[in-house]
């Protein structure tokens, strides 16, 4: 039997129930109220489903009078009065009915906190108010411990009296853990988190005496990010403890030619980003100036001696500091011309 009629057969008793003293006594009818009767005009307004509910099943052997508002009056369960009531596996509360539901459905829950009785869980336990969702983190606190009554996606812990190591807490069942993919670690997590928020992590390095590349693998902490200069140095050969950017490289190689006047990327000499470097222009002729440059030198300006007139070859000048002295012949023996140095790493072309 469904429920509505069920109900209709309980109403059909209820009629007669309720006719059966108005034609025995006569007097009774003639006292009710009249059929269009103004309920608002009692303490109690027919509202949502009450409204389509008929007088008498509020109003059973025609008693009109002292008919109480209380929702469990009628709602008790007995199915005395109203066939609704808690079912059995309602969420287990002392509350009154009217704190959570209105007379439109007992689906529809509004709720206030301020009258609450018992325990967050004793209500949010996922039968009858909102529970923990299965994939929850695993605790036996209070929903309050962490939750407010206003929403359940923000969550708050209080950290000012712990004591304990956080890692009692934050292993992923108490409190949150270690994300999937987190760095390999087995440090505790204040030392790289406050209480504060996950993100950013902080590390302070100043006990710190093993190699950098130790933790920054990408693993254990940040590593070379895809693209980096590739090379097996130590990172505190280009970086310091502060920051990665920018790094503090400067080439120690006597082989060298010093820091050109442009920024150069460091692709610009060693093409394969790593540290191999390629002298593109003739590699005989490295690690000298000429061995990137010897198609910018031009033999015309560079005369080496008069009687007959002979130039310089690029390989007599190929670290661009070599002697350019002019000579009077072919001897070299008298200086005709003294040259200063023309051509610095750092000037802003060959001219
Ligand atoms: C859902 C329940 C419900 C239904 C349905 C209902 N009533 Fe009521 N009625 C009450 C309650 C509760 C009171 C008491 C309100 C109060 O004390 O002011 C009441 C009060 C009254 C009173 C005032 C009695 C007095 O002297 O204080 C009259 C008359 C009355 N109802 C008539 C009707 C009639 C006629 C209908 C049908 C058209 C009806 N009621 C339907 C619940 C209901
Ligand atoms: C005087 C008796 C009475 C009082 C008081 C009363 N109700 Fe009802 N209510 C009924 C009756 C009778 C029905 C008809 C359906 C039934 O029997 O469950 C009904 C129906 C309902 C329904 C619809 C049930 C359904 O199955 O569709 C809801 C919801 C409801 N009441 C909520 C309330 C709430 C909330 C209160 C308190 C604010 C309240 N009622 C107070 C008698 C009462
Ligand atoms: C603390 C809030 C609270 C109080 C107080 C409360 N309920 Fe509920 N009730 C709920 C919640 C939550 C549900 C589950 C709603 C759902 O399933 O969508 C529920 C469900 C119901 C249902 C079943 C609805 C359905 O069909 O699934 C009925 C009937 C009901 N309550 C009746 C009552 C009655 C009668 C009272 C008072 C004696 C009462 N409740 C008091 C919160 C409350
Ligand atoms: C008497 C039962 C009861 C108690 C005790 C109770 N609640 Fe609720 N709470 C409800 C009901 C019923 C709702 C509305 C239905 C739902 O969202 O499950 C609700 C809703 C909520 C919501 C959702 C609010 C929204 O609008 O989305 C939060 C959050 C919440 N409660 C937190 C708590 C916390 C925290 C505690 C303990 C301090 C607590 N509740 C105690 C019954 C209760
Ligand atoms: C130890 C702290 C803690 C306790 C105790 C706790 N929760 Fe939570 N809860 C969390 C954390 C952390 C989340 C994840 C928050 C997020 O996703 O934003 C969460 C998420 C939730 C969510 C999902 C929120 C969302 O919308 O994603 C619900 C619902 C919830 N908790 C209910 C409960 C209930 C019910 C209780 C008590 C029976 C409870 N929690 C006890 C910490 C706790
Ligand atoms: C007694 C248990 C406990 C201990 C110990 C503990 N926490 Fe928590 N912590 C929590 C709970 C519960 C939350 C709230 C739920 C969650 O985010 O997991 C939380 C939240 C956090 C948050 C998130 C804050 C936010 O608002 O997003 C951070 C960060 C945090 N804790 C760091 C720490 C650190 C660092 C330590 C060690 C100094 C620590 N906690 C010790 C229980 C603990
Ligand atoms: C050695 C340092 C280190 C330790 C120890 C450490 N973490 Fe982390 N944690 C990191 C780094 C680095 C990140 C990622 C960087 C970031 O997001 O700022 C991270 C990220 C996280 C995140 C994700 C943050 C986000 O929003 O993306 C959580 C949660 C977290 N750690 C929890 C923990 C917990 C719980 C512990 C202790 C059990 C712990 N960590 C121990 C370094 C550490
Ligand atoms: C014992 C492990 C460990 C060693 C050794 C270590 N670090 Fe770190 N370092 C970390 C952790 C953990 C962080 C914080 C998480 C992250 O940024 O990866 C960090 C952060 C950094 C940062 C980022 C700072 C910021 O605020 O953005 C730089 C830069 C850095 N380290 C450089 C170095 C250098 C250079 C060395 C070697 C001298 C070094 N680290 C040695 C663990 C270590
Ligand atoms: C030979 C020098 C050199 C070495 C050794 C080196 N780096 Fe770098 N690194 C660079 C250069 C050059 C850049 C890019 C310049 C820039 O962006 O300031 C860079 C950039 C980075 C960046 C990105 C900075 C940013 O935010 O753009 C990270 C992270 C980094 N290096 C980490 C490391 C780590 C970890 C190591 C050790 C395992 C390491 N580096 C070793 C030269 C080096
Ligand atoms: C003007 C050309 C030039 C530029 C630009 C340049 N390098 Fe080099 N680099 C060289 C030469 C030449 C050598 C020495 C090779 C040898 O020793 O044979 C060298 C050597 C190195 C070495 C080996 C260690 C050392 O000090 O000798 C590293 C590491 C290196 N360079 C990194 C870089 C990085 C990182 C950049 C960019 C920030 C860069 N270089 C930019 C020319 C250059
Ligand atoms: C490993 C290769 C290499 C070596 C060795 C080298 N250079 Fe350069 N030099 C370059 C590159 C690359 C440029 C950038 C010009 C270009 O884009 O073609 C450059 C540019 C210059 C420029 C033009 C100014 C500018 O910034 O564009 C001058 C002047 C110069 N170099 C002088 C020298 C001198 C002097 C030496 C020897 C002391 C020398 N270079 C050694 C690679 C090299």
Same mark, same amino acid.
């Given at each position: 039997?469904?429920?509505?009629?069920?109900? #209709? !057969?309980?109403?059909?008793?209820?009629?007669?129930?309720?006719?059966?003293?108005? #034609?025995?006594?006569?007097? $009774? #009818?003639?006292?009710?109220?009249?059929?269009?009767?103004?309920?608002? +005009? %009692?303490?109690?307004?027919?509202?949502?489903?009450?409204?389509?509910?008929?007088? =008498? /099943?509020?109003?059973?052997?025609?008693?009109?009078?002292?008919?109480?508002?209380?929702?469990?009056?009628?709602?008790?369960?007995?199915?005395?009065?109203?066939?609704?009531?808690?079912?059995?596996?309602? $969420?287990?509360?002392?509350?009154?009915?009217? !704190?959570?539901? %209105?007379?439109?459905?007992?689906?529809?829950?509004?709720?206030?906190?301020? @009258?609450?009785?018992?325990?967050? +869980?004793?209500?949010?336990?996922?039968?009858?108010?909102?529970?923990?969702?299965?994939?929850?983190?695993?605790?036996?606190?209070?929903?309050? $411990?962490? &939750?407010?009554?206003?929403?359940?996606?923000? $969550?708050?812990?209080?950290?000012? %009296?712990?004591?304990?190591?956080?890692?009692?807490?934050?292993?992923?069942?108490?409190?949150?853990?270690?994300?999937?993919?987190?760095?390999?670690?087995? @440090?505790?997590?204040?030392?790289?988190?406050?209480?504060?928020?996950?993100?950013?992590?902080?590390?302070?390095?100043?006990?710190?005496?093993?190699?950098?590349?130790?933790? &920054?693998?990408?693993? *254990?902490?940040?590593?070379?990010?895809?693209?980096?200069?590739?090379?097996?140095?130590?990172?505190?050969?280009?970086?310091?403890?502060? +920051?990665?950017?920018?790094?503090?490289?400067?080439?120690?190689?006597?082989?060298?030619?010093?820091?050109?006047?442009?920024?150069? !990327?460091?692709?610009?000499?060693?093409?394969?980003?790593? *540290?191999?470097?390629?002298?593109?222009?003739?590699?005989?002729?490295?690690?000298?100036?000429?061995?990137?440059?010897?198609?910018?030198?031009?033999?015309?300006?560079?005369?080496?001696? =008069?009687?007959?007139?002979?130039?310089? %070859?690029?390989? =007599?000048?190929?670290?661009?500091? /070599?002697?350019? &002295?002019?000579?009077?012949?072919?001897?070299?023996?008298?200086?005709?011309?003294?040259?200063?140095? =023309?051509?610095?790493?750092?000037?802003?072309?060959?001219?």
């Amino acid at each position: 039997m469904s429920r509505s009629q069920k109900f #209709l !057969d309980r109403s059909s008793i209820r009629i007669a129930a309720a006719v059966l003293p108005m #034609l025995i006594g006569g007097s $009774v #009818l003639a006292q009710g109220p009249e059929p269009e009767f103004d309920h608002t +005009a %009692t303490r109690f307004v027919l509202t949502g489903s009450h409204e389509d509910v008929p007088c =008498e /099943g509020c109003h059973g052997l025609g008693v009109f009078a002292g008919t109480p508002t209380d929702c469990s009056f009628c709602h008790d369960g007995s199915g005395i009065r109203a066939e609704s009531g808690k079912p059995l596996d309602h $969420v287990p509360t002392n509350n009154r009915c009217e !704190d959570c539901h %209105t007379s439109n459905t007992w689906e529809q829950i509004r709720f206030d906190h301020i @009258a609450a009785i018992g325990s967050c +869980a004793s209500c949010h336990n996922g039968s009858g108010a909102t529970g923990k969702p299965f994939d929850h983190i695993i605790t036996n606190a209070d929903c309050d $411990v962490c &939750h407010n009554t206003i929403v359940w996606d923000s $969550v708050r812990f209080d950290h000012a %009296t712990v004591t304990e190591p956080c890692s009692t807490c934050h292993n992923g069942m108490e409190a949150t853990g270690k994300p999937n993919g987190h760095i390999q670690t087995t @440090a505790e997590c204040d030392q790289c988190h406050t209480t504060r928020a996950w993100s950013p992590a902080f590390f302070d390095h100043s006990n710190v005496t093993e190699p950098c590349s130790n933790c &920054h693998n990408g693993n *254990e902490a940040t590593g070379k990010p895809n693209g980096h200069f590739i090379t097996n140095q130590e990172c505190d050969m280009c970086h310091t403890t502060n +920051a990665w950017d920018p790094d503090t490289f400067r080439h120690a190689s006597p082989n060298y030619p010093g820091d050109h006047r442009r920024n150069l !990327d460091c692709r610009a000499c060693h093409p394969g980003n790593s *540290e191999m470097v390629v002298y593109t222009d003739d590699p005989s002729l490295a690690p000298d100036c000429a061995g990137c440059h010897r198609n910018d030198y031009r033999t015309g300006p560079h005369k080496k001696h =008069e009687n007959p007139d002979v130039n310089y %070859t690029v390989q =007599e000048l190929r670290d661009c500091t /070599g002697s350019c &002295h002019v000579y009077e012949d072919a001897t070299l023996s008298q200086i005709k011309d003294t040259r200063n140095r =023309e051509h610095r790493v750092s000037d802003s072309d060959f001219d």
